[in-house]
């Protein structure tokens, strides 16, 4: 079946950086939207940012506007997630996910993304 692991997670200060990576394998890569997607404690998963298949399309949630990057090397199988200028609100469990068959116009929503990496903590404090 279809594997994505996650990895780049840690510990910040607020202001700091961090670059998570998803790995996909078992899968044809450039066929699939991927997205980020974050679970803080007692909260609802939320929708963080999503790249289109040829990664010439991106969003992001109003929040991360302007502080995270998403990417992909199709190349390489592997997602990203270049965060800059971290809040303690962005603390959280970070996920990727793939979704095989959505067109790019739908891409906010959790139940679409058929795959789920078993995501990477992110803690932002001082």
């Known amino acids: 079946q279809v594997q994505l692991v996650e990895s780049g997670g840690g510990v910040v200060q607020p202001g700091g950086s961090l670059r998570l990576s998803c790995a996909a394998s078992?899968?044809?890569?450039?066929?699939?939207?991927m997205g980020w997607f974050r679970q803080a404690p007692g909260k609802e998963r939320e929708f963080v940012s999503a790249?289109?298949?040829?990664?010439?399309?991106?969003d992001y949630t109003d929040s991360v506007k302007g502080r995270f990057t998403i990417s992909r090397d199709n190349a390489k199988n592997t997602l990203y997630l270049q965060m800059n200028s971290l809040k303690p609100e962005d603390t959280a469990v970070y996920y990727c996910?793939?979704?095989?068959?959505?067109?790019?116009?739908?891409?906010?929503?959790?139940?679409?993304?058929?795959?789920w990496g078993q995501g990477t903590q992110v803690t932002v404090s001082s």
């Open positions: 078992r899968l044809t890569f450039s066929s699939y939207l």
């Open positions: 996910a793939a979704d095989p068959t959505s067109p790019y116009g739908s891409r906010t929503n959790r139940g679409q993304y058929l795959y």
């Open positions: 790249i289109s298949r040829s990664g010439g399309g991106t």
